[in-house]
């Protein structure tokens, strides 16, 4: 449900976009013959002028506005130019698919979340088969690190490990876990 309503937020952003000179669209006609939408349909970039060049018409401005406004403008050219008389044209900014895919893809991957006496805290990106050694490894532990007392947190529950232990720094790691490098007590463990 949740990726849903993020896919349907980032769709309602594409018509709010503008069009930048130098990107490229996709446009599609429906509405027109078979044969001539295969003429129109393709990929097109947006000069240095800010124009789109289609088939059959002139050069149409296309910087500064919406796909959907740049829709309405082709089709109006198409019917004023007497070339056809119900397109209907849809566009995509080629730029903005690539970067929805990126933020997708960011909403979609998992991490494992690193606190406590380490250089670099904060949420690591979670591979298949990871372990609590390479998570401890990455995070830089500091000089104050208990690297005999590594607190796991998963589901609500913690659990206690030391790396000086072979069998303990094979242990798996999951997305969502939460590992904390406790601070040495007053005796150095």
Known sequence: MKSLLLLTFMLASFA??????????SIMIKGVPTSEQATV????PVS?????????????????IS???????????????GIYTTPTIAITSLKEVETEKEKIVQAQQKFVTVSGQVARSGPQLY????RLIDVVAAAAPNEFAAQNRVELLRN??????????????????????????????????
Do not use: C
């Open 16 to 25: 709010q976009a503008k069009i930048s000179k130098g990107e490229s669209l």
């Open 41 to 44: 349909n393709g990929n097109y």
């Open 48 to 64: 240095t002028s800010g124009q789109v060049h289609l088939p059959y018409i002139s050069p149409i401005a296309a910087s500064g």
């Open 67 to 81: 796909s959907d406004a740049l829709a309405r403008r082709i089709e109006a050219a198409y019917k004023n130019a």
């Open 127 to 130: 591979r298949p088969n990871m």
């Open 156 to 189: 609500g529950k913690s659990y206690f490990y030391d790396m000086t232990v072979a069998a303990h720094t094979v242990e798996k790691v999951f997305p969502n876990d939460q590992v904390k490098l406790n601070q040495k007590k007053w005796n150095g463990k």
